[in-house]
């Protein structure tokens, strides 16, 4: 008595589509539809079929929370960064500090003359 086992039978892959005939912006497509708006042949993420339990909400909505307050807070990371750059861009390039309100009158004549004026 032999020891046979079976091993499960997995279809073949299909075979691979030649790069030349889809070109560099193909996008993936739904079969036998047409297309959302004039330009489209289907939707790439497609919507689901039923609506999905509690949990996966509840999760997808946690996701996207998550996903939000990281591009949020990089936004403010990116701004605070660039503004910081450009103030230190603008005390190299004028030699002292960019913002008039926090220097002191450079020209005391002009002072003197606008007094005189009153």
Do not use: C
């Amino acid at each position: 008595m032999a020891n046979h086992q079976e091993k499960p039978t997995t279809p073949p892959p299909p075979p691979p589509r030649p790069p030349a005939a889809e070109g560099p912006s193909a996008r993936p497509r739904l079969p036998g539809g047409v297309g959302a708006h004039a330009g489209g042949g289907g939707y790439p993420n497609p919507p689901d079929a039923a609506i999905p339990d509690a949990a996966t909400l509840r999760d997808q909505w946690r996701f996207a929370v998550r996903q939000y307050s990281r591009w949020y807070s990089h936004a403010w990371g990116t701004a605070i960064l660039a503004g910081a750059a450009f103030f230190a861009l603008g005390w190299l390039v004028k030699g002292s500090n960019p913002l008039p309100s926090r220097s002191e009158p450079h020209d005391t004549n002009a002072n003197a003359v606008a007094k005189e004026e009153r």
